[in-house]
Structure formats: structure tokens, C-alpha cells
């Protein structure tokens, strides 16, 4: 089963909670009481999404984090990038050679339309839209296919 991990979830979850509050800088202590998450949690989630700019840190008295740009120019794909590195659905999707059989393997193309695919999923949903409670549709044609995936994106 492909999956994200559980901390690229719940990066997502904290950055829609500052996308909620647009400008708004909140602590780490409040993300965790508004995400229903840890303390230690979070602040281990903000360095990677800080070091991404996905998030700006504050220090001093009223320091804190607000989104980086507006939620609405983040896109589900930056999240996970930020979190778990480059998106690949195999190691060839993203490095070539670094496989015994690569020079005689007849699936590793499909592997990569397979991931533009997933990656171009992620890059159509804004952290915008993560705010909404309706589900979010999306058509992708994969790369010289000419047909048309609907993807809907459930928040659970």
C-alpha cells in the first residue's frame, strides 16, 4: 500500500491550521492545542517545513510561525517533498543506476509515468483547498496518454 508517512499527515493538518488563520503567528504550543497533536510533535515538524519555506519562524516574546506565501500557493506535493525528500514511487523513479537490473527492465518507464502521475495529483491540490470539508476533484491526463484520471481527495 503506498502511503505517506504519519508525520507528513500531520504537517499537513498544522499547516492548515495556519492557513486558517491567514498572517496570523501562532506558537508551537498552540498549533499542538488547535491540531489536537503533541507539543514535541509539532516542533519536530516545523524545522523541515521552516527549512523548505513552507513556514517562517519568529523569535522573542510574541514569536511563533506563519505560512511562508498564501496557502494557496502550496501545493500538497511541496508538503510531502518537504518532509519525506524527492517524490519517487521506485528508486529508478528518481535515481537511474541505482538498480542491478535497470538495463534490461521493461517496466521502469511506466514506473516513471506512474509517479509524474501521482506528483502532478499533489501538485494540482492547493493547502487552500485542504481547508474546505467538501472533497476536491481533479482532472490529470497522464503525459501522452489522452485520457483523463478524476482524482477526489477525502479529508478524513
Given at each position: 500500500?503506498?502511503?505517506?508517512?504519519k508525520?507528513?499527515?500531520?504537517?499537513?493538518?498544522v499547516?492548515?491550521?495556519?492557513?486558517?488563520?491567514?498572517?496570523?503567528?501562532?506558537?508551537?504550543?498552540?498549533?499542538?492545542?488547535?491540531?489536537?497533536?503533541?507539543?514535541?510533535?509539532?516542533?519536530?515538524?516545523?524545522?523541515?517545513?521552516?527549512?523548505?519555506?513552507?513556514?517562517?519562524?519568529?523569535?522573542?516574546?510574541?514569536?511563533?510561525?506563519?505560512?511562508?506565501?498564501?496557502?494557496?500557493?502550496?501545493?500538497?506535493?511541496?508538503?510531502?517533498?518537504?518532509?519525506?525528500?524527492?517524490?519517487?514511487?521506485?528508486?529508478?523513479?528518481?535515481?537511474?543506476?541505482?538498480?542491478?537490473?535497470?538495463?534490461?527492465?521493461?517496466?521502469?518507464?511506466?514506473?516513471?509515468?506512474?509517479?509524474?502521475?501521482?506528483?502532478?495529483?499533489?501538485?494540482?491540490?492547493?493547502?487552500?483547498?485542504?481547508?474546505?470539508?467538501t472533497?476536491?476533484?481533479?482532472?490529470?491526463?497522464?503525459?501522452?496518454?489522452?485520457?483523463?484520471?478524476?482524482?477526489?481527495?477525502?479529508?478524513?
Amino acid at each position: 500500500m503506498l502511503r505517506v508517512t504519519k508525520l507528513t499527515d500531520y504537517a499537513t493538518v498544522v499547516l492548515t491550521v495556519l492557513a486558517a488563520r491567514p498572517g496570523a503567528v501562532m506558537s508551537a504550543a498552540e498549533l499542538a492545542e488547535q491540531s489536537g497533536l503533541e507539543a514535541p510533535t509539532v516542533s519536530k515538524l516545523l524545522k523541515p517545513l521552516a527549512q523548505a519555506g513552507l513556514v517562517e519562524g519568529f523569535r522573542g516574546a510574541n514569536g511563533g510561525y506563519r505560512l511562508a506565501r498564501d496557502a494557496a500557493a502550496i501545493s500538497l506535493v511541496e508538503i510531502v517533498e518537504a518532509m519525506e525528500g524527492p517524490l519517487a514511487m521506485t528508486e529508478c523513479s528518481l535515481h537511474t543506476g541505482q538498480c542491478g537490473i535497470s538495463d534490461q527492465c521493461g517496466v521502469r518507464g511506466n514506473w516513471r509515468r506512474i509517479n509524474d502521475v501521482v506528483a502532478d495529483a499533489l501538485r494540482a491540490v492547493s493547502l487552500a483547498q485542504m481547508l474546505g470539508d467538501t472533497p476536491a476533484t481533479h482532472s490529470i491526463s497522464p503525459a501522452g496518454s489522452g485520457r483523463r484520471i478524476d482524482a477526489r481527495l477525502f479529508r478524513a
